[in-house]
């Protein structure tokens, strides 16, 4: 990297320059960070460029470079000509401040402390850490001085060359898809306590007389019926997967593929991959190829084709979409078949997600069941149950709208998928249609329904026809959809018999009397009811209406005749959440880098490489598909048994270690110069015992030459240990996985504080900060009669680890090599300060080590004070925090303007308490509160006696936190690194529920409470004649959006109507509230519910404990809570001035700061430790930067999901040389923004140009396909089959685009 010269204003008073030697000489200049250091002493590279420069003779040459010694000298008498450096309080570090009471509150106290030391630490603050946020700017401003103009036009030239011209604009507006029905507008208006409620049927009176009408219509189409037999196989639930596939799903397989050659005219439906391919693997070669005939003819049909049929509320969109990759290529390499219709009709509620997903794989239809009652017979009023489900959005006006993402989506009329329950409107009735009778089993069925004889054959027939007109009745086709099966139905040979025979008796007899009854009706497939009902629409005016939204909340009515809201799942068991994001993150860093090593490998001819690889794929497919196991709705959703949670957890954590280990194979290969000799000696920096626990940072270590640096052992030592000795280094490596440029607040564990860090240039950061790592004893840990009832035992400085903060800048795809090495001298002012009662080796009120230890103990590390009265102030340039005294908890938030001047503070209130569970309503599906108590929620907090406040202040971050006993860590951090992430607040919960029988019943929720006006700008539906026009009694109806899938947002306006949980959302990543001046957005890891239920509030729920069962099937309450820890961002930003209600109406999406924080909570840089203990000349051998993506990054909107090597189709356990390119293009709104001086200009500049020349490694490609998303078919959609090169690739904003890329085999 080049330097840079920056140009100043008045106010900033330094020249800085960018600290990066261009050669060896330059590294070893002596290097005093933090001192001013005058521009004069840097002029040596410019020279020297210029003395090129004038080596190649040309006349301009000369002119240049006496323009270049001319402004140079500007440069140094106006930096020499300034001013002293500017009082500390515009630019300072984060200060914690902390205010007295009214009485004293003016005078203050701040903990950053004035004097002499000020002004030293301001020096420091000015020569350290590069203001990114110009530094695009500045590089452009001195493109002219760095090179001659040819050089200049090269590149332009070359830019131009790359540019995309379909790309469209860099800044863009979204809108909202016209459509005929919007679910939020329709969702408000539903009666949710209808009269047909005890009944549980909606076939009213209404419907009857429609029904009878239809039956005299001479127009109306025949009734057409498509009896579907199928069998819903749950990967695990109330059985583990394995066990499942033991008892029941390998049976099934095996008495379809025989059963179905006897009864020649059967159809079938299949969906779960994960079952199939296990048997497949185990069964005969006839029996496969009697599979295969099966599929080919058409008479059984895959639908979906994912691994499992997927949750739509908690899945990201990575592993949502891999798993369908999954599916898809093993269906295409085993059977040669790709799915043409989805059959999702188990997930409770739907999302807009999977119908894009599936739209983008080119499918026909898709088919749907579990939505919220008041939809079921709305849609069965409108006769719309049959929609073309679009995306919420399209792109900018002037263009048609694009049918990219829209899908015809088929809603089951009735409530569930059993036959009773579907056959039609009077579940009773049905019951006599399930003709399975198995010995020893007593049903409601089994029961009531008679087999087919000729005596009853008539009566029957008439009577189910009757159903089956009424569903048919619903649509305006005339054509019905008749599922006959239930879960893992299918499963004895006897059932197969009795469910065949019987239906087949009545459909002989309905064909044979085909004109009495104005009827057909034969076994089929999805397929031939989406081709009939495509064929009897496709000349009807209106034809199929238009649907953009989703289904949640779900609830059902049909069990206990009240309504029950499927809010509970949204949040249940996160610590399950979290692992399985955890596994997302490790298997797509892997994804890329094996990819990347992979070939590079091929290309250079390493055979051994390849061989490593070549034998450690198969751990790449397991981790896919364990991966993809846990995004069944039964799983993810946390609504499984314990022990078959725990067996989902075990292949999570498994699948994770293995990636880890893969990721350390490949970096290992990629990070050595010239042909890899080593191998082992990368180290990730956790260690994970195993799954129930959080992973554990370890500590670097460091070497001295080739002896390990002298420690103190455990007995030994004071506060501070020894230092290290003074030879001592340690490398490790940073891998950046996002294809963009990223500034990182990395923390690594220590042994010893006096350290410094050099990036990957070899220059040392200015800016680090040594903190505390926290000891916490347990008081049953403190041995017997020692514990004090209702603490939490001590809490102490560790004075064996130490964690550094630094602020890495990584390039995209990138492996940075960074070095620790020991820092005799500066050390202690990176130091942090804390401010604690009790929280050293002293009593409360003394904070040096006791008199006793004084000898052998050095002073300690850390300067601990006594926290002063009064309420907490964090500070850094971009904004102010207020904590409360009492409690710890964030108070407001004050931002300053471009003049650093405070504006009005922002009431931001943190809270944290519980509802009440309703017993027996409340559980891991539903979530209802306890309506016997007079308040919904309770206080958590108050039962935790003991409670610390721990302040932490120093030259990086500053944060509060706040300890209830074992219960409730929180922390809350600001940063000062004069970058965009200065304008985050990070925000940190550690969770531990403790054993039962403690917070029985609880639903904890963390609760932002601010006075932003989030009111939805909607007419209210009410009757003036029965309510007072009083505008006090008027309702509020908070509005809020949350995220689906990580892939889109969705508005969500208060429904006052159904309470709390039909108010609750799922997210994935994150959620809004906005007026018309200020946005606040909470960003987060994993899935958890969501909701903003009183104006200016946004809340998450955290974790539950139900201890009873909600009567859905799972048969237990949730008890096996463990220690979690949830983290976020939290962000204030601006809306474009006086922002009201827009005509068309706009689409809202995250600012591009808020989908860059967003990307890098999901994806954070993995750290990995180099070992070099055994292999001193090691360090040696590595190359300090690696860029994965050496011609630049992707455009800033533009997220590499994933580079996934296919598999070989032949031998399906080894990679190929094809991978697919998964690329989405986020969607962000340009207008909104956390301030000018915080842009990510610097870090992400926008472009119009398109991806531009994007060159993977030093890797060759052999050919590019556009290909639907998962990857089975060539799609010719903008592009051609056959693209030439990366850069004729255009994405349109939200789009998601998979290509197929196959490498050469030689570089």
């Known amino acids: 990297m080049e330097f840079v010269w920056k140009t100043v204003s008045k106010r900033q008073q330094l020249i800085h320059v960018e600290h990066s030697p261009i050669n060896e000489e330059e590294a070893q200049q002596p290097d005093h960070p933090g001192e001013f250091q005058p521009a004069t002493g840097k002029r040596s590279p410019l020279t020297r460029m210029s003395f090129k420069l004038f080596r190649r003779g040309s006349a301009r040459c000369i002119g240049l470079l006496s323009a270049f010694v001319t402004i140079l000298l500007c440069l140094y008498y106006i930096s020499i000509g300034q001013p002293n450096p500017t009082p500390i309080s515009e630019t300072g570090a984060p200060s914690a401040a902390l205010r007295g009471s009214p009485l004293n509150g003016l005078t203050g106290f701040s903990i950053s402390g004035g004097g002499s030391s000020s002004l030293a630490h301001q020096q420091k603050l000015h020569t350290g850490i590069i203001s990114s946020q110009k530094r695009s700017s500045e590089t452009k401003a001195a493109a002219p001085a760095s090179g001659s103009p040819e050089v200049q036009s090269k590149e332009q030239e070359d830019e131009e060359q790359y540019a995309n011209s379909k790309w469209g604009d860099k800044c863009y507006e979204l809108l909202q898809s016209n459509t005929n029905i919007t679910a939020s507008e329709e969702h408000s208006k539903f009666d949710f306590q209808p009269e047909w409620m005890r009944s549980k049927e909606y076939w009213d009176r209404g419907f009857e007389e429609r029904f009878d009408a239809q039956k005299k219509d001479k127009q109306r189409p025949p009734l057409k019926i498509i009896v579907v037999p199928h069998s819903h196989n749950d990967p695990g639930w109330l059985k583990t997967f394995t066990n499942y596939f033991q008892s029941d799903s390998r049976q099934i397989l095996n008495l379809l593929v025989t059963k179905m050659q006897e009864y020649t005219d059967m159809t079938f439906i299949w969906s779960e991959i994960s079952f199939l391919q296990l048997w497949w693997d185990q069964a005969h070669p006839t029996k496969q190829r009697a599979l295969r005939r099966l599929i080919d003819s058409g008479r059984i049909e895959i639908t979906t084709g994912g691994w499992v049929m997927t949750d739509e509320a908690n899945v990201h969109i990575y592993p949502m979409l891999d798993q369908l990759i999954e599916g898809h290529q093993w269906l295409k390499n085993n059977l040669n078949v790709t799915p043409k219709v989805g059959w999702s009709i188990d997930p409770f509620g739907h999302g807009s997600t999977v119908p894009y997903l599936l739209s983008g794989a080119n499918f026909e239809g898709a088919i749907i069941q579990r939505i919220h009652y008041a939809w079921k017979q709305w849609f069965a009023r409108q006769q719309s149950g049959d929609f073309i489900w679009k995306p919420y959005w399209r792109g900018r006006s002037g263009q048609k709208e694009s049918e990219t993402g829209s899908l015809l989506t088929h809603n089951m009329p009735f409530d569930i998928y059993s036959i009773k329950g579907s056959c039609g409107p009077h579940p009773f009735i049905c019951l006599n249609f399930d003709f399975r009778k198995i010995p020893g089993e007593y049903t409601e069925y089994s029961v009531k329904a008679q087999f087919i004889t000729d005596d009853n054959l008539e009566s029957k027939a008439q009577l189910l026809l009757e159903q089956y007109a009424r569903t048919a009745s619903l649509f305006p086709h005339n054509v019905a959809l008749i599922p006959v099966g239930d879960d893992f139905r299918y499963n004895k040979d006897r059932e197969v018999d009795q469910q065949y025979q019987n239906y087949k008796k009545l459909i002989d007899h309905i064909m044979a009397n085909r004109r009495l009854y104005n009827a057909d009706i034969r076994f089929g497939t999805p397929s031939d009811y989406f081709e009939a009902i495509k064929e009897r629409m496709k000349d009807r005016s209106p034809g199929f209406p238009s649907f953009k939204g989703d289904f949640f909340v779900y609830s059902d009515i049909f069990s206990e005749g009240r309504p029950a809201y499927w809010s509970g799942y949204f949040t249940t068991r996160p610590f399950y959440k979290l692992l399985s994001s955890e596994l997302e993150h490790q298997l797509r860093s892997a994804e890329i880098v094996f990819t990347l090593a992979y070939n590079t490998a091929r290309q250079a001819k390493r055979e051994n490489a390849i061989k490593i690889y070549e034998k450690n794929y198969e751990l790449i497919i397991n981790a896919r598909r364990n991966l993809g196991l846990f995004q069944h709705h039964d799983a993810i959703t946390g609504t499984s048994k314990a022990a078959v949670m725990r067996d989902y957890a075990m292949r999570l954590f498994e699948s994770t270690q293995n990636m880890v280990k893969m990721q350390e194979s490949c970096l290992e290969l990629l990070v050595q110069k010239g042909q890899p000799r080593h191998h082992g000696f990368l180290l990730s920096e956790f260690e994970r015992d195993n799954f129930n626990k959080l992973p554990r940072k370890m500590p670097i270590q460091m070497a001295n030459g080739d002896e390990s640096t002298p420690t103190v052992s455990a007995g030994e030592g004071g506060a501070g240990g020894s230092p290290a000795s003074s030879g001592s280094v340690g490398s490790f490596v940073l891998y950046n996985s996002l294809a963009q440029k990223r500034l990182e607040i990395v923390t690594l564990r220590v042994l010893h504080p006096n350290v410094k860090i050099l990036n990957d240039k070899g220059v040392e950061l200015s800016h680090i900060q040594i903190n505390p790592v926290w000891n916490i004893t347990d008081t049953y840990e403190q041995g017997l009669g020692t514990s004090v009832s209702g603490t939490m035992g001590r809490i102490r400085t560790s004075t064996r680890q130490f964690e550094v903060m630094f602020v890495a800048e990584l390039e995209p795809l990138s492996l940075s090599t960074y070095r620790v090495q020991v820092d005799e001298v500066n050390f202690k002012r990176n130091i942090a300060t804390i401010y604690c009662d009790d929280c050293t080796e002293a009593a409360a009120a003394a904070v040096s080590p006791p008199e006793i230890e004084a000898e052998s103990s050095p002073a300690p590390v850390f300067e601990a004070r006594g926290k002063p009265a009064g309420d907490i102030q964090l500070e850094n340039p971009h904004m102010r925090l207020l904590f409360d005294e009492k409690s710890g908890f964030l108070k407001t938030i004050t931002r300053k303007n471009q003049k650093k001047e405070l504006l009005k503070p922002l009431q931001c209130n943190i809270k944290f308490a519980a509802y009440r569970s309703a017993q027996f309503h409340s559980g891991a599906y539903l979530f209802k509160t306890d309506p016997e108590q007079s308040e919904a929620e309770k206080e958590v907090l108050e039962g935790y006696t003991d409670m610390r406040i721990i302040i932490t202040s120093g030259p990086i971050a500053s944060d509060v936190t706040v300890i209830y006993g074992p219960f409730l860590a929180h922390t809350v951090r600001i940063f000062n690194t004069r970058t965009h992430l200065d304008a985050a607040i990070y925000v940190e919960n ?143 930003e601006d809306l474009p001035g006086g922002q009201h209600v827009t005509q068309p109406p706009s689409y809202k999406v995250l600012s591009q700061q808020a989908q860059q924080l967003a990307n890098a909570l999901r994806y954070p840089p993995n750290l990995y430790f180099v070992s070099s203990l055994e292999q001193p000349e090691l360090s040696a051998g590595l190359l300090p930067l690696v860029r994965l993506l050496p011609k630049g990054a992707l455009p800033c909107d533009v997220h590499l999901t994933t580079l996934r090597t296919l598999s070989d189709p032949e031998l399906q356990l080894f990679p190929s040389a094809s991978a697919l390119l998964v690329l989405h293009r986020q969607g962000f709104d340009c207008s909104v923004s956390a301030g000018r001086d915080l842009s990510m200009e610097a870090v992400c500049p926008l472009s119009s140009k398109g991806l531009g020349n994007v060159q993977l490694g030093r890797l060759s490609l052999h050919t590019i396909e556009a290909t639907s998303l998962t990857g089975t078919e060539q799609k010719a959609t903008r592009d051609s089959f056959h693209i030439r090169s990366l850069a004729e690739i255009s994405l349109e904003p939200m789009e998601l685009r998979t290509f197929n890329l196959t490498f050469r085999s030689e570089g």
């Open 990 to 1132: 550690d969770i531990d529920f403790e054993p039962p029988p403690k917070n029985r019943e609880t639903e904890l929720f963390m609760r932002l409470v601010t006075n932003i006006d989030n009111i939805a700008q909607v007419p209210l539906q009410r009757d003036p004649l029965k309510e007072p026009a009083d505008a006090a009694t008027m309702p509020e109806l908070p509005i809020f959006y949350s995220d689906q899938n990580g892939f889109q947002y969705h508005e969500r306006i208060k429904v006052p109507a159904i309470g709390i949980e039909g108010n609750y959302f799922p997210i994935t990543s994150g959620a809004f509230i906005q007026d018309t001046r200020l946005r606040l957005t909470l960003l987060t890891t994993h899935a958890q519910g969501a909701a903003s239920y009183e104006p200016g509030q946004l809340e998450v729920m955290l974790d539950r404990r139900t201890l009873y069962d909600d009567y859905r099937g799972m048969g237990e309450g949730v008890v096996d809570s463990r220690l979690t820890r949830h983290k976020f961002w939290l962000l204030v």
